[in-house]
């Protein structure tokens, strides 16, 4: 199966700054990426899916790039609500459908 | 509006078996690809398996860690979805979180449920 490898880990940050994590695949995948976020005790919630298309609902904020085997995500202008887990999903389940290590972005 | 609720968690010893449900409602359930997806305390989010809707011919499909033992079936006529883990091993223990995209054909989750805790332990 294919290997998803975020970075970094974690992420310090103050509101307003512009911040970037980034996804590599063990191999490439197409643009078969989505990005999750999660708060502590909650569910995660879809933020983009197909490398780049922003889920209903998400703040403009929040761009997904990339093709092949590395996707960024790019947060602008941190707010608040921002601070919380990401996860990188690869969905080609021909190829194993998996899930990043998770980068936690937290308050400087 | 979209949910899903699970059931059937709780505690269970090593070896043994254990039956999730997830209760789905909100959208066509028939033609859905429902997930599940599980995280251990403290860590990250695992994909655990799925089975694809009707038009898709029910497909099912399983991490490696789990296939073999888990088996994901689904009850149109409930628009339910089950998650039956049997040899169940400490390292299954998580929160287990039913998924699904709804509309969208694809494995990746747009919608997700509370999760239901699993503690594996004798």
């Known amino acids: 199966d294919i290997q998803m490898t975020q970075s970094p880990s974690t992420l310090s940050a103050s509101v307003g700054d512009t911040v970037t994590i980034t996804c590599r695949a063990s191999?490439?995948?197409?643009?078969?990426l989505a990005w999750y976020q999660q708060k502590p005790g909650k569910a995660p919630k879809l933020l983009i899916y197909?490398?780049?298309r922003l889920q209903s609902g998400v703040p403009s904020r929040f761009s997904g790039s990339g093709s092949g085997a590395e996707f960024p995500l790019t947060i602008s202008s941190l707010q608040p609500d921002d601070f919380a887990t990401y996860y990188c999903?690869?969905?080609?389940?021909?190829?194993?459908?998996?899930f990043g290590q998770g980068t936690r972005v937290e308050i400087k | 509006e979209v949910q899903l609720v699970e059931s059937g968690g709780g505690l269970i010893k090593p070896g043994g078996s254990l039956r999730l449900s997830c209760a789905a409602s909100?959208?066509?359930?028939?033609?859905?690809?429902m997930s599940w997806v599980r995280q251990a305390p403290g860590k990250g989010l695992e994909w655990v398996g799925r089975?694809?809707?009707?038009?898709?011919?029910?497909?099912?499909d399983y991490a490696a860690p789990v296939k073999g033992r888990f088996t994901i079936s689904r009850d149109d006529s409930k628009n339910t979805v089950y998650l039956q883990m049997n040899t169940l091993e400490t390292d299954d223990a998580a929160v287990y979180y039913c998924?699904?995209?709804?509309?969208?054909?694809?494995?990746?989750?747009?919608?997700w449920g509370q999760g239901l805790l699993v503690t594996v332990s004798s």
């Open positions: 197909a490398a780049s």
């Open positions: 999903q690869q969905y080609n389940s021909d190829l194993g459908v998996g």
């Open positions: 909100g959208f066509t359930f028939a033609n859905a690809w």
């Open positions: 998924t699904t995209g709804s509309t969208v054909r694809e494995d990746y989750s747009v919608h």
């Open positions: 089975i694809k809707g009707k038009i898709d011919g029910g497909k099912t």
């Open positions: 191999q490439e995948i197409g643009t078969w």
